[in-house]
């Protein structure tokens, strides 16, 4: 069982992204702005994404995984 990475979200709620299989961040022009987003790929093959305020916090989390690690 992998150990939890848990990331709060603040209008998705709780996310345990040690269950994520590929993670993404782009930024996207939607509707005449530029808008940060990432897309997660589950283990289990589901996909969701991610926008605004929620995105960066998922940024945040992995940043301090990956530093962590270093």
């Not at 987003?37 to 998922?58: P, R, S, Y």
């Amino acid at each position: 069982m992998p150990q939890p990475i848990l990331c709060q979200t603040p209008t998705r709620g709780l996310l345990n992204l040690s269950y994520a299989r590929q993670i993404r961040f782009c930024d996207l022009h939607f509707q005449m702005s530029w808008r940060f987003v990432c897309f997660i790929t589950w283990n289990n093959g589901d996909e969701q994404t991610f926008d605004g305020k929620d995105a960066k916090a998922i940024a945040q989390t992995v940043n301090k995984i990956t530093q962590s690690k270093s």
